[in-house]
Each structure stands twice: as C-alpha cells, then as structure tokens.
C-alpha cells in the first residue's frame, strides 16, 4: 500500500507500501520527494524485488534436482494453496488485535531478537554457493558436528544432528555482524540484507506442484490483498506497527542526506515471493520440455515487471494504497497462459507436475505458513524434516 505523510512504517503480509512523503524529524514539516529521489528509490526497489526472484529461481531447478535430503523443498499442493488466504487473514486479524491489547514496544522487542536470529541463518544460507566458489583452495576446509542427543543405550534419540564446515562458520560469522548491526540500529541497508536473503530463501524452497495450485494460490492472495487494503483499517495498522524486515526499503531523500535517509519508499516481501515462486515453478516447467528454451520463465519475469511497475504508477498518480497483487496477479498469470495457447501448450502446462518429474520424492508441506510474505513463511520453507540424516543451514519453523 502508498501512503502520504506519516513516518516511514514496516509493511505487512502482501502489500507494497511505498511513501511519498515522510514526516520531518520535528514531525510538523512534510518532507517532499524529488523527482531525482523519487526515481532513485522506485528504481532500486524493482531492481532489489528482480534479484531474488530471478536467482531464487534458478537455485530452485538445482534444488529441485537435489539428492540431499537436507535440501529439498517444500511442496505446496492445492489444498494448502486454497487454505493459504484464510489463515493469513486470521493471522493478520490476530495481530491487528496484539497490537491494540498489548504494548507495541514489547512485542515488537521480541520480534526483534526473532527476527535477529531468523535473518543470520537465512543470509547464511544465501551466502553459502558464493562462499563454495571464492573460497581458497588453500585453506583447509575443516569438518564440524553439532549433535545434541536425548536418553542413553537402546533408547538414544538424536535431538539435534547438524553438520557444518568452514566455509559455513564465515557465512554465519559475517551473518552475524549483519544481524548485530540490524538490532542496534535497525539500519536499512541491515534490512535489506535480510528481506532479500528471506525473499531468495522463500522462491528458492516453496515449490508449487503444478501450475492450477500456483492459480488457486495467486487468485486467493489476489482476493486477500485487495480486501485488508481497501476494505478494512486492519493491514495498515498491522503495517505501522509491525516492525521486522519483511520488507526492502530504499529512502527517497538518498541523494540529500546520504546513507542516513530516513524517508523510505518501501516494498512488502509478500509481493516478492508469492509471485516469485509462481516463476519459478515456471521455469521447472521450460526446463522440463527439454527444449533449451525458457520462454515461459522470460514471459512471466517480464509480466511481474510491467505489475510492479504499474503498481508504482498508479500508486504514485493516485496517492492512495495499492495493494500491490491486484496488478502482479493478472500480469504473471495472464501473460504466460496467452503464450502457452499462441504456441498450443497450455495443456501441457496444466498437466505439468513439478514434484513428479522433477522431483519424485519431495515432501509434501504440511505445516502452512500463517503470514504470507513474512519471515515466518521463509523459516518454515526451511524447515528440515526430523528424520533427516544431516542438517545444513537450517532455520527452525516458527510454529
């Protein structure tokens, strides 16, 4: 959603929010954006929603095709999909009424320290293919077990068995500097790091079976957004209230104050990763026609670019929140389903399913996120199953 005046404000679930005018400090002048800034801004926020989509997909195809039991991720079928909106909505409703019973400074202080730990194994785990690559050869890479075990003889149970190596140590190190930084001083640049690496993380691990159960997730988030925008007070309440880093943030005055900006115009995750892994399924789709052509993957990355940039347009012309799927949802949707009947494939993309022929033994997801496009979806997309031979780089479900 876009808002005028007001200081800047976390966002919520599924909605973008982008401000074009802040509070000054003394909270009586109105800061005013310049046509410079206000491009700088919207410019950088798309190019920071393209990025994790774009790789998030394509780290999606390889850990699809993963033997590691560790690494597979978790399939979201139709009825999850059809379940997805109303537990959102009983989630958004429930904090709406936290936040009006209890005190925000408390429950926003324990956010913080959830979110601290969430974001440093999140952005570990980002980091982690780049560190593989850069790391000398010359260094030995040294072998780590953590295992924490429960009874004695016969009656043994692994309670926590996770493996771990050098490579991993300065990925959660440098992870760690990062979260620091981000609870003193809830910096944007902090924020960012962390909304990109949840954004990655959640196209990356939450995979749709086949394309009918990305339609029915995508239309009832469609109906969901428009309706806590428009038709109640509820998402922007939980928005100004809500303080983690489940959005990315990019300040309008950068080029007047420099990296202390503190006039942001502001992205929800939500807007990120529910379309995002609706392109990404996509992209297993072309890879599974064997036809060396990704053609519905550009289609559909194209589609979500002319969606958030109507969003911004709009947004900005009419100064009133927008939520943000009202426009993303018909483009990804729409625009490749009108290649597919051009090229005569639209059964085959309809008949496509993702955890069959890509990935035959991939867990279905069981335990839904409650708040979409929020760290906690991320998290539970992560979520290693408690069999699992060997845990790498897990975040623990929130549930």
Not at 67 to 93: G, H, Q, V
Not at 128 to 148: D, E, G, H, T, V
Not at 269 to 289: K, T, Y
Not at 328 to 334: H, K, N, R, S, Y
């Amino acid at each position: 959603m876009a808002e005028t005046g007001g200081p800047a404000t976390p966002d919520s679930a599924l909605n973008v929010t982008l401000n074009d005018t802040q509070e000054a400090a003394n909270a009586t002048a109105k800061f005013v954006a310049t046509p410079e800034g206000t491009a700088v801004a919207y410019g950088s926020l798309v190019i920071m929603a393209l990025l994790p989509i774009f790789f998030g997909a394509l780290r999606s195809v390889n850990c699809a095709k993963s033997k590691n039991s560790c690494d597979m991720p978790e399939t979201i079928t139709s009825r999850d999909a059809a379940r997805f909106p109303i537990i959102a909505s009983c989630t958004l409703f429930g904090l709406y009424l936290f936040f009006k019973i209890f005190s925000q400074e408390y429950i926003n202080l324990l956010l913080s320290m959830y979110f601290f730990i969430l974001g440093i194994l999140a952005l570990s785990h980002t980091l982690s293919p780049a560190m593989n690559k850069i790391f000398p050869a010359n260094i030995p890479n040294k072998q780590y077990q953590l295992l924490f075990t429960q009874g004695t003889g016969e009656t043994k149970e692994e309670i926590v068995n996770y493996e771990f190596d050098t490579k991993d140590l300065i990925c959660l190190g440098f992870s760690s500097v990062v979260g620091v930084w981000y609870l003193l001083k809830k910096h944007w640049i902090a924020n960012n790091l962390f909304g990109l690496a949840f954004a990655l993380n959640g196209v990356e691990l939450l995979h749709l079976n086949n394309v009918s159960t990305g339609c029915i997730l995508l239309g009832g988030l469609f109906v969901y957004d428009v309706f806590w925008v428009f038709g109640t007070n509820v998402m922007v309440t939980v928005a100004k209230s809500f303080e983690a880093p489940i959005k990315l943030v990019f300040p309008q005055d950068l080029l007047e104050k420099g990296l202390a900006a503190n006039n942001f115009a502001m992205l929800g995750l939500g807007d990120i990763v529910i379309p995002g892994i609706f392109i990404a399924l996509l992209l297993r789709f072309d890879v599974s026609l064997n036809k060396n052509s990704r053609t519905y993957f550009y289609t559909s990355f194209l589609a979500y670019i002319l969606g958030l940039g109507l969003t911004i347009y709009i947004m900005h012309t009419f100064k009133h929140a927008q939520p943000a799927l009202l426009y993303l949802v018909p483009a990804c949707i729409g625009l490749p389903v009108l290649v597919a009947v051009i090229k005569g494939e639209l059964t085959d993309m309809f008949s496509y399913e993702s955890s069959a022929e890509v990935m035959p033994h991939t867990p279905r997801l069981t335990h839904f996120p409650t708040v979409s496009g929020s760290p906690a979806s991320l998290a539970n997309s992560m979520q290693q199953k408690p069999n699992s031979p060997r845990r790498r780089r897990t975040i623990p479900s929130p549930m």
